[in-house]
Nanobody, 120 residues
Framework: QVQLLESGGGSVQAGGALRLLCDYS?????MGWLRQAQAAGREGVAV???????RYADSVKGRFSISKDSAKNTLYLQMNNLKAEDSAEYYC?????????????????WGQGTQVTVSS
């Protein structure tokens, strides 16, 4: 079991930036961020495997960057050049296993979420 607590969401204009943080209670998981917009399904945004490998959804490549501070058990998502379609509830997630189709794979644990709203 791992507890996940997100922070850093908010409202920003298109082209702006936000950084999300996730404090997690236990290490040794593959960590990532998911998002869900209103009336839409959940989608994977980015993950960082336990060996440090990062993967991104095509929609955010070149704009978002995932990283973690293992000493602090904190996961980050730096979001630059935000677009209106990035508006969603963002969830920190932990995976026991990370398959190739990670974007559609349900995480084993996730947090309460933090809202990101991008106005055009």
């Amino acid at each position: 079991q791992v507890q996940l607590l997100e922070s850093g969401g908010g409202s920003v204009q298109a082209g702006g930036a936000l950084r999300l943080l996730c404090d997690y209670s236990r290490a040794h998981y593959h960590m990532g961020w998911l998002r869900q917009a209103q009336a839409a399904g959940r989608e994977g945004v980015a993950v960082v495997a336990s060996d440090g490998e990062t993967r991104y959804a095509d929609s955010v490549k070149g704009r978002f960057s995932i990283s973690k501070d293992s000493a602090k058990n904190t996961l980050y998502l730096q979001m630059n050049n935000l677009k209106a379609e990035d508006s969603a509830e963002y969830y920190c997630a932990a995976f026991i296993h990370l398959p190739l189709d990670w974007e559609r794979h349900s995480p084993d644990f996730w947090g309460q979420g933090t809202q990101v709203t991008v106005s055009s």
